[in-house]
């Protein structure tokens, strides 16, 4: 049973480029959450979804970001027109969605983001 | 909402013996999970141990286990015979019942260095 894999582990780009980031959860998992985390601290929410709806979104995820999940399996994540304060670990995660309301979330290896 | 609190410098402890790492929490949510999950230099977050606030006994996960002290608002680590390859972060979350299957509020981690 392979884990959550994200691609690319790591992107070094110019500010004002767009990236994309891809995220494939735990075979069969329902659930599918990005979190973004900067140096020195934990990771904080940026949006979660369910199947294919997506279901909640943090104030961090400002216009410049867009998440999809288009048939409830991998996720991509783009950031448009990035800028030096978009630099941080981008990591997703994943959870069955059958296993009650507090069940365990697994994260990927994440993708770590220079903008220069 | 929900807020977690790791306040302890970096840890340090000698190969074979335990330590404790602090979590403390704040929430106004009746029912919550307390989660940890460790982060070596690799970046991956690897999910710990799992304390939910109505089970009735402190959890227990191998070398692992949670301190709950509910009154306290507390849920600590306890790591017992440590190893070299116990050397990472350390974060303590929760999920409270407000977006109960959405966001882990995560704390700001604590560094763990294991002394052969």
């Known amino acids: 049973d392979t884990g959550v894999s994200q691609d690319p582990r790591h992107k070094i780009t110019k500010r004002g480029q767009n990236v994309t980031f891809r995220c494939d959860p735990i075979?069969?998992?329902?659930?599918l959450y990005w979190y973004r985390q900067t140096l020195g601290q934990g990771p904080e929410f940026l949006t979660y979804?369910?199947?294919?709806?997506?279901?909640?979104k943090s104030r961090l995820l400002s216009d410049r970001f867009s998440a999809e999940r288009p048939k409830g399996s991998f996720s991509t994540l783009e950031i448009q027109r990035t800028e030096q304060g978009d630099s941080a670990m981008y990591l997703c995660?994943?959870?069955?969605?059958?296993?009650?309301?507090?069940?365990?979330?697994?994260f990927g290896p994440g993708t770590r983001l220079l903008v220069l | 909402a929900q807020k977690i609190t790791q306040t302890q410098p970096g840890m340090f402890v000698q190969e074979k013996e335990a330590v404790t790492l602090d979590c403390t929490y704040d929430?106004?949510?009746?029912?919550?999970?307390l989660f940890w999950y460790k982060q070596p230099s690799s970046g991956e977050m690897i999910f710990l141990i799992y304390?939910?606030?109505?089970?009735?006994q402190n959890a227990t996960e191998g070398r692992y286990s949670l301190n709950f002290q509910k009154a306290r608002k507390s849920a600590n680590l306890v790591i017992s015979a440590s190893q070299l390859g116990d050397s990472a972060m350390y974060f303590c979350?929760?999920?409270?019942?407000?977006?109960?299957?959405?966001?882990?509020?995560f704390g700001k981690g604590i560094t763990l260095s294991v002394r052969p």
């Open positions: 075979s069969e998992h329902n659930r």
């Open positions: 979350a929760m999920r409270g019942e407000t977006g109960a299957n959405s966001k882990l509020t």
């Open positions: 995660a994943s959870s069955p969605g059958t296993s009650g309301r507090y069940e365990t979330q697994y």
């Open positions: 979804f369910q199947n294919e709806a997506q279901l909640e």
């Open positions: 929430t106004s949510d009746p029912s919550y999970g």
């Open positions: 304390q939910g606030s109505y089970d009735q």
